[in-house]
Nanobody, 115 residues
């Protein structure tokens, strides 16, 4: 599975961004897709994930502000990020786990929240 992430950029605190992750195959064949992020000097952490059955998980730090969703027709998963904070600044990575439990990563996309 190849993953193409896009949508990062520079935004002011309180602003919004939407990240997209396009998969090279039907997301029906992928058990879980998610977004991770890694800030400078910190470990990569899970931000949000969605299963093929639609179950969603969010980290406590983004609950109520971020929404993960999937478009099966476009083989794409989105991360809508609202009320962005400076501490959301990181490189965001798309991730997928297929039905054989193989894990795939997309290239990172930089999100910078700054005034």
């Amino acid at each position: 599975v190849q993953l193409q992430a896009s949508g990062g950029g520079l935004v002011q605190p309180g602003g919004s961004l939407r990240l997209s992750c396009a998969a090279s195959k039907s997301i029906f064949s992928i058990n879980v897709m998610g977004w991770y992020r890694q800030a400078p000097g910190k470990q990569r952490e899970l931000v949000a994930s969605i299963t093929s059955g639609g179950k969603k998980i969010y980290s406590d730090s983004v609950k109520g502000r971020f929404t993960i969703s999937g478009d099966n027709a476009k083989n794409t998963v989105y991360l809508q990020m609202n009320s962005l904070k400076p501490e959301d600044t990181a490189v965001y990575y798309c991730n997928a786990i297929d039905q054989l439990a193989a894990m795939y990563w997309g290239q990172g996309t930089q999100v910078t929240v700054s005034s």
